[in-house]
T-cell receptor
Framework: DQQVKQNSPSLSVQEGRISILNCDYT??????FLWYKKYPAEGPTFLIS?????DKNEDGRFTVFLNKSAKHLSLHIVPSQPGDSAVYFC?????????????FGTGTRLKVLA | KAGVTQTPRYLIKTRGQQVTLSCSPI?????VSWYQQTPGQGLQFLFE???????NKGNFPGRFSGRQFSNSRSEMNVSTLELGDSALYLC????????????FGSGTQLSVL
């Protein structure tokens, strides 16, 4: 049972344009969400997070939007750069339930074309 | 500050063998989590340790086990290896509280022949 879903395995975007990566979740207990970026042969690196008390969080070129009623979050990268080409994972945690684990999606491979 | 260190980087084993993977967390971090990454499956949670105690466990068979030492270093063991255990095993550390971001190591790539 995949509680966190990234339905687009891959995405190609032209350099300078906006990249939008989507993530859906099924567990209404999830209240903290993170995005990670992963290059080949490296571990995932943290990008940005959002708590369920917010609907938007911004950090430079990266913005995460959370729609709790739709159980949907998205990561916007503006403008996209070739160095952004990587696999992006969203992760969710039910932090108020006392568990200390993150459930990750299957990832979306972003390719930014120069 | 040194990052999360995983050893070895690569391992080749045959079916039926067992394997032990090691993870040294960031200094001061008391929580270590283990994940399995396979193509198309994303990162699957194995277990999480905090102060030498397993706090959370994923849906993996008992062949997968782990432990954490008093210096927060952690090991993961897989016994009776199967072909399907071939994967990238990632370790992540954090301070251990709620809403703490995870810091990942580069992983151990395990190939089972």
């Amino acid at each position: 049972d995949q509680q966190v879903k990234q339905n687009s395995p891959s995405l190609s975007v032209q350099e300078g344009r906006i990249s939008i990566l989507n993530c859906d979740y099924t567990n209404s207990m999830f209240d903290y969400f993170l995005w990670y970026k992963k290059y080949p042969a490296e571990g995932p690196t943290f990008l940005i997070s959002i708590s369920s008390i917010k609907d938007k969080n911004e950090d430079g070129r990266f913005t995460v939007f959370l729609n709790k009623s739709a159980k949907h979050l998205s990561l916007h990268i503006v403008p996209s750069q070739p160095g952004d080409s990587a696999v992006y994972f969203c992760a969710a945690s039910p932090s108020t339930s006392g568990t200390y684990k993150y459930i990750f999606g299957t990832g979306t491979r972003l390719k930014v074309l120069a | 500050k040194a990052g999360v260190t995983q050893t070895p980087r690569y391992l080749i084993k045959t079916r039926g063998q067992q394997v032990t993977l090691s993870c040294s967390p960031i200094s001061g971090h008391r929580s270590v989590s283990w994940y399995q990454q396979t193509p198309g499956q994303g990162l699957q949670f194995l277990f999480e340790y905090f102060s030498e105690t397993q706090r959370n466990k994923g849906n993996f068979p008992g062949r997968f086990s782990g432990r954490q030492f008093s210096n927060s270093r952690s090991e993961m063991n897989v016994s009776t290896l199967e072909l399907g255990d071939s994967a990238l095993y990632l370790c992540a550390s954090s301070a251990g509280g709620t809403n703490e971001k995870l810091f990942f190591g580069s992983g151990t790539q395990l190939s089972v022949l």
